[in-house]
């Protein structure tokens, strides 16, 4: 498992297919998400080592918040990553392929803790707050979240404790909103909700936040 993430992976897979000629490259050179994922249907298992190199530090530092382990974290992103292997042959490019790979990484990262029944402290309701007033899902309006004005451990540790106690669901919005800045499309494709059920889960989960962190936002102010 550990070749995933540190070394040639698959090499008994597929037979290397000739080589692609690139047609799409990023500002720096290299091939772009899209061109990898095509030579990866190619055969091309190289392609994807591309792919793992990557995003597999962005895909274990979500897992690493959602679990607040980092030995799960790191058997989790393995499993995310043979998973997204096996289904790239049906990856269609109707999203883009790294908000495919987020939201295989979520679905594995969910199901590892309903099994393990690792719960919020407090639910909210998705019901609620589907249209949220203009301004309302981004708080507090014009201040930087506590940690980016407060680089030290303690502060470190109190936030990891209250994202520990929003439901998984919640959670996950969160720190792709916060820490991967994808947008609310983005974040929705990922997760395989509506636009309204994200928009809704970020305002109760700041709204969350800010009552576990009122101490901290008071002394920031």
């Known amino acids: 498992m550990e070749a995933v993430l540190s070394g040639p992976i698959f090499m008994d897979a597929v037979p290397l297919a000739p ?15 899209a061109e990898l994922v095509l030579r990866c249907q190619a055969g091309r298992h190289d392609a994807y080592e591309s792919l793992v190199v990557r995003y597999r530090g962005r895909i274990y530092a979500m897992i690493v918040n959602m679990t607040g382990n980092d030995a799960d974290a790191w058997d989790l992103s393995q499993d995310v990553f043979l998973k997204a292997w096996k289904a790239l042959p049906r990856f269609e490019a109707r999203s883009q392929f790294y908000t495919w790979l987020y939201r295989i990484a979520h679905n594995v990262t969910y199901d590892w803790l309903r099994k393990r029944k690792i719960g919020p402290g407090t639910e909210f309701d998705d019901a609620l707050g589907q ?26 540790a109190r936030i990891a404790a209250a994202l520990e106690e929003l439901s998984p669901e919640h959670r996950a919005v969160v720190l792709l909103k916060e820490v991967d800045g994808l947008s609310y499309q983005e974040i929705a494709d990922s997760v395989g909700c509506t ?27």
């Open 131 to 156: 249209t949220p007033a203009a301004g309302a899902v981004t708080v507090p309006q014009g201040a930087d979240p506590p940690d980016a004005r407060l680089g030290n451990k303690e502060v470190g």
């Open 19 to 33: 080589p692609v000629a690139t047609t799409s490259l990023r500002s720096d050179g290299e091939p772009d998400d």
């Open 195 to 221: 636009l309204g059920t994200v928009m809704s889960r970020l305002f109760y989960a700041r709204k969350r936040l800010q009552t576990l962190l009122r101490d901290v936002y008071e002394t920031t102010a």
